[in-house]
């Protein structure tokens, strides 16, 4: 289950001490742009709602006696269980 979180809680929960490993070939501006563009990457994906799919059946009337037929499958997005909290 995925949470979906705003940039003010992903700051709140950096507040505090932050222990990482720098290699020796990289320059410590290298690897704050590093450390930067991670955090980033990472804080959108925690901010991003994930909605599942489902599979719905493929409905179409039979040409002779028009009574609905299922003829298939398809995938789409299931939206009943997404609260609108999450779609901020």
Request: charged share 20%; aromatic share 4%.
């Amino acid at each position: 289950m995925k949470i979906a979180l705003t940039p003010k809680d992903v700051l709140r929960l950096l507040d505090g001490f932050l222990c990482v490993y720098k290699p020796r070939d990289v320059t410590l501006q290298a690897f704050k742009k590093l450390l930067v563009a991670k955090l980033c990457e990472e804080g959108n994906l925690l901010a991003t709602p994930v909605v599942p799919t489902i599979e719905m059946p493929v409905v179409k009337p039979h040409p002779v006696s028009q009574a609905n037929v299922v003829v298939g499958t398809r995938t789409q997005l299931d939206y009943r269980c997404v609260s609108l909290c999450c779609l901020r």
